[in-house]
């Protein structure tokens, strides 16, 4: 269906251009802001402008940050462990471990992972970032563990590989996030490579 309002295609076009937003979904949105007051539809246009002008990657650990607050204020904490990183894909990833509240320690963002398929290679994501923050493998670095927590995907798994053997000149522990059963979840409905991973990184009561 067509509009015949020009204006309004154009909003549909733009909004089904998100990722996860179908064409239905994107005129529902169009329909959403039709009907908001001009002053509302004036601060979401603001804010999609200035989330591209001040946000930056922050020169520490590449996560997303304001252009005034660099580094991040996760890198400047003086309550994080500086001796551990965490390797993420994205700063969605960053958000989905701060609400655990668990981890303490910093973080690396790749904003992306190795995948020949797609011509994406070491030189494309943040992994010379993170070097330069570790130093020379013969200098004495602070850093003493580096968790590699990126997807279970074939990528995931390149890319960690990759990066482990990178790191096998430096005095640092490689390790890497568990892979296990989630909790509520029934084990009949577990995928095979699922439940080996859970048997193989089974721990003692």
């Not at 804010?47 to 204020?73: F, G, M, W």
């Not at 909790?183 to 721990?203: C, K, N, P, Q, W």
Request: glycine share 6%; hydrophobic share 40%; aromatic share 4%.
């Amino acid at each position: 269906m067509r509009y015949t309002s020009a204006a309004i295609e154009t909003l549909i076009d733009e909004f089904a251009k998100l990722p996860g937003i179908g064409r239905k979904t994107a005129q529902r949105l169009a329909m959403h802001i039709l009907k908001e007051p001009q002053g509302q539809a004036a601060r979401l246009a603001g804010a999609l402008l200035e989330v591209k002008e001040k946000v930056i990657r922050c020169s520490v650990c590449q996560n997303v940050t304001d252009r005034d607050a660099d580094p991040c204020h996760i890198c400047r904490s003086a309550a994080r462990d500086r001796s551990v990183i965490c390797i993420v894909e994205s700063p969605s990833d960053v958000l989905a471990f701060e609400k655990t509240g668990h981890y303490k320690g910093q973080y690396h963002v790749l904003h992306g992972l190795i995948s020949p398929l797609d011509g994406i290679g070491p030189d494309d994501i943040r992994i010379h970032e993170l070097l330069a923050r570790l130093g020379k493998s013969n200098e004495k670095v602070s850093v003493k563990e580096v968790v590699l927590a990126l997807n279970p995907t074939v990528e995931g798994e390149t890319t960690s590989l990759y990066i482990s053997r990178l790191l096998r000149p430096y005095s640092i522990a490689v390790t890497k996030i568990a892979r296990g059963i989630p909790v509520g979840a029934e084990l009949e409905f577990i995928d095979e490579a699922t439940l080996s991973r859970a048997m193989e990184g089974r721990s003692a009561l």
